[in-house]
């Protein structure tokens, strides 16, 4: 745990370099729209994975380690061998974890955060989830675990693994000629991402292409379709939390609004999208029929709340890697209540971002808290010096009397849009 928020302490801030460079470069170079709401919605998503990840809130039903113990053929000899094993048997188990999170209704709720943007930059690579508490598909590594690969091998090359699929996020880099044969590119992933009925639920592949080749579901990118991005349902927030468990509340109503018991229950295995006819007539779902017109989500914002909402990003990103590099001071379960914190910081923040009347009082629950948590510390967070907690308490104060400024005289609308 400790660890893994040292190694993420490091990485963040690259990932946030890249991602402000793409954004330079695609305004200065190709005079792209700069769409600022969308990478700010994407970085506060990457915020919440990582925290999720790094307080360790999810539980394997099936430990790798426990396979290895009971399963394992023979034993190979930690090496260079060793890990490329391991690094194989994380893609192949991606590739069908990945394949299974887009056809089945219930899985897809895990995964729906990494398509909801309607850009494909590296930003969106950091839209990561944080509603899969349970994992049930640790026995995707059984090649590994029948060779007798050491679970703290996994444990270090997963993070690779994870890592080295962020490049590949962008429009920016064309085809890769023979490199096309071995690895996913950002023209596959382009396909990935699209939401063109060619191109829909097509190249699952994590890092090596050839599972797509070898299980047919494999479409290259033609110049004459040019990839439209998001889901055929949009999301139609800024706010990654309610993202992350706005399928699963769908799924749940449709549950409840369902006259059929056996539909009740068949709901949440069916392929992704399915819903009980008699829900479907009742309460229809807008879905986007036409990918080539289409309005995407972007609420006309002030440059003054897209200023703010980025303060209140980097604020948060700051406390993250606060946490993350004093884990063992702060210590248990003081760590768990900091990062109740921070997530309440980005839900609230997020609020704001779509222009939630509501969002002051989420600033005026986050202050509290932040306050009492001092408080109840000497005055102090979390080891903080004396003159960093004064700015603290002082920015949580201020924060709360902003938000309610951009709420009550609505600062949030553009000076060119009418009062």
């Known amino acids: 745990m400790e660890t893994y928020g040292q190694i993420l302490n490091i990485a963040m801030p690259i990932f946030l370099v890249f991602v ?3 954004k ?6 190709e005079k792209a729209p700069l769409r600022l709401m969308d990478t700010i919605s994407s970085l506060s998503s990457g915020l919440t994975n990582v925290l999720k990840d790094v307080l360790g809130l999810s539980v394997a039903v099936l430990a790798y380690g426990t396979m290895v113990e009971h399963l394992a053929l023979t034993h190979i000899q930690s090496g260079v061998w060793t890990y490329v094993i391991a690094f194989i048997a994380l893609d192949f188990s991606g590739y069908w974890v990945h394949r299974i999170s887009h056809k ?23 839209r990561q989830s944080i509603s899969v508490f349970v994992q049930l598909f640790t026995f995707f590594l059984l090649p590994a675990a029948l060779l007798g690969v050491p679970n703290s091998v996994i444990a270090t090359v997963a993070p690779l693994h994870l890592f080295a699929q962020f490049w590949y996020h962008t429009i ?13 590119t950002p023209s596959q992933h382009r396909v990935h991402h699209a939401i063109n009925p060619i191109y829909i639920d097509k190249n699952y592949g994590n890092i090596f292409t050839c599972w797509d080749r070898w299980f047919g579901t494999f479409q290259e990118e033609l110049d004459e379709v040019p990839p439209v991005y998001g889901i055929t349902k949009p999301v139609s927030t800024w706010n ?63 440059a003054g709340l897209i200023g703010w909402s980025a303060v209140q990003f980097f604020f948060t990103f700051f406390l993250m890697a ?11 379960p003081d760590i768990f209540i900091y990062g109740g914190f921070l997530f309440l910081s980005i839900y609230s923040f997020t609020e704001l ?26 005055g102090l967070w979390f080891g903080l010096g004396a003159g960093l907690s004064a700015f603290m308490a002082a920015y949580l104060v201020v924060a709360v009397g902003v938000t ?11 000076a060119t849009q009418s009062a």
């Open 20 to 22: 402000l460079a793409e």
């Open 24 to 29: 330079a470069y695609g305004w200065w170079k």
């Open 104 to 126: 089945v209704n219930f899985f897809w709720n895990r995964h729906l955060i990494h398509h909801s943007s309607e850009e494909f930059n590296l930003a969106c690579a950091l």
């Open 172 to 184: 920016y880099i064309g085809k890769m000629g023979w490199l096309e044969y071995l690895i996913v």
């Open 240 to 302: 990654p939390i309610k993202i992350n468990f706005q399928h699963l509340a769908s799924l749940a109503r449709d549950a409840w609004h369902a006259r059929s018991w056996r539909d009740k229950l068949r709901l949440w295995w069916m392929p992704t999208g399915w819903r009980p006819a008699d829900v479907a007539e009742r309460f229809p779902s807008r879905y986007i029929e036409d990918v080539y017109n289409f309005q995407k989500y972007d609420p006309p914002s002030s």
């Open 322 to 332: 606060w946490l993350f590099g004093n884990m063992a001071r702060i210590g248990s």
């Open 353 to 378: 971002m779509d222009q939630n009347p509501r969002a002051w009082l989420w600033e005026a629950a986050r202050a509290a808290l932040g306050l009492w948590l001092m408080y109840a510390q000497g």
């Open 404 to 414: 309610a400024g951009f709420v009550r005289w609505q600062w949030w609308r553009p």
